[in-house]
């Protein structure tokens, strides 16, 4: 099945079904020409078959051992749960939103789930829960086995129809391919980024346009420099920047507080203190409009971010 598809096309495979945090972290190990070509080929790459990308991701363990690349690749894939296996649905949702979607399953499902989960995210999601549930479903993890493959495909599909029903989270195949090639290049130094985004306006205008619109998200922050950062914030009201913090994560959350005065920061977080459960579109605006910021700062010229490998302590 897979005998037809050349080297590089498996890396293009492998990479969209490992996720856009890992394929960044892989992509660090080529030049600037494998990455651009490689960012082509997941640029014209249809929806991939589950048994291709499973066929893919066997094959380059047990015979890519050869390839030059192969040490530093294994290493990442190792440290990196792949989307090919259940509950993929959940890979773009926040805590808030899995937590609707299991709460009320049986506490054995819900174990099931946090099991295939990112570790960190698993236990964030767990320390939330009221403390008799938590210890039950913590005691299901340790002990219980797996259920036959056929029956965490059917609890899987069950989960994703709840997935869809909040209201189109949910990746379409060319926003996935996209978003992880916005996420490579974001990952790269500027220069870099210019030349690959270069080559894939010549190929297709318009799919260069769909990543450059996906090349800076709020979770971006993380290495956005910070004299710029320092200078949208305090152009930002109080309330705007409480409501973008509701979800983000606790390295955004740290890099923002470490980039604002005390008394501001105080300010923040009583603000924050007060917020009740809202809207998941209201905390997107308020992220967006910090975003759109900084993105308007760097069309002006100004140097707002740097590469995640060159990004050195956070402040």
């Known amino acids: 099945?897979?005998?037809?598809?050349?080297?590089?096309?498996?890396?293009?495979?492998?990479?969209?079904?490992?996720?856009?945090?890992?394929?960044?972290?892989?992509?660090?190990?080529?030049?600037?020409?494998?990455?651009?070509e490689i960012s082509e080929i997941i640029g014209r790459m249809k929806t991939v078959e589950d048994d291709v990308s499973v066929q893919?991701?066997?094959?380059?363990?047990?015979?890519?051992?050869?390839?030059?690349?192969?040490?530093?690749?294994?290493?990442?894939?190792?440290?990196?749960?792949?989307?090919?296996?259940?509950?993929?649905?959940?890979?773009?949702?926040?805590n808030e939103e899995i937590t609707s979607i299991i709460t009320g399953e049986h506490p054995q499902l819900i174990a099931l789930v946090l099991s295939y989960l990112d570790s960190k995210q698993s236990a964030e999601i767990i320390s939330a829960m009221?403390?008799?549930?938590?210890?039950?479903?913590?005691?299901?993890?340790?002990?219980?086995?797996?259920?036959?493959?056929?029956?965490?495909?059917?609890?899987?599909?069950?989960?994703?129809?709840k997935v869809h029903s909040l209201?189109?989270?949910?990746?379409?195949?060319?926003?996935?391919k996209f978003r992880t090639i916005a996420e490579i290049?974001?990952?790269?130094?500027?220069?870099?980024?210019?030349?690959?985004?270069?080559?894939i306006r010549e190929e297709d205008p318009k799919i260069a346009e769909e990543i450059k619109a996906l090349m800076f998200?709020?979770?971006?922050?993380?290495v956005v420099e910070r004299k710029a950062l320092m200078r949208i914030l305090g152009e930002t009201k109080i309330p705007t920047i409480a409501m973008a913090l509701k979800t983000a994560s606790e390295?955004?959350?740290?890099?923002?507080?470490?980039?604002?005065?005390?008394?501001?920061?105080?300010?923040?977080r009583e603000e924050l203190e007060l917020l009740g459960?809202?809207?998941?579109?209201?905390?997107?605006?308020?992220?967006?409009?910090?975003?759109?910021?900084l993105v308007k700062l760097e069309a002006q010229g100004e140097t707002i971010r740097g590469s995640i490998r060159d990004a050195g302590p956070m402040v």
Request: hydrophobic share 40%.
């Open 1 to 36: 099945m897979t005998e037809n598809l050349s080297n590089k096309e498996k890396i293009a495979i492998l990479l969209l079904n490992l996720g856009s945090k890992a394929a960044g972290d892989i992509l660090g190990n080529f030049g600037e020409s494998e990455i651009a």
């Open 56 to 94: 893919v991701l066997d094959e380059f363990v047990e015979r890519f051992d050869s390839w030059s690349k192969s040490k530093e690749i294994i290493d990442v894939i190792k440290d990196h749960r792949p989307n090919i296996i259940p509950f993929g649905s959940f890979k773009n949702l926040t």
């Open 130 to 161: 009221p403390e008799e549930e938590r210890a039950d479903v913590i005691n299901r993890m340790v002990t219980a086995s797996a259920p036959p493959i056929q029956v965490i495909k059917q609890l899987d599909d069950r989960l994703e129809a």
């Open 167 to 176: 209201g189109g989270r949910l990746d379409t195949p060319d926003e996935r």
């Open 185 to 199: 290049l974001n990952r790269t130094d500027t220069a870099t980024e210019k030349i690959i985004m270069q080559r």
């Open 217 to 222: 998200v709020f979770e971006d922050i993380a």
């Open 251 to 268: 390295e955004v959350r740290d890099k923002i507080f470490a980039n604002m005065s005390k008394r501001m920061g105080e300010m923040v």
């Open 277 to 293: 459960p809202k809207p998941l579109a209201e905390v997107e605006t308020a992220q967006k409009e910090i975003v759109d910021s």
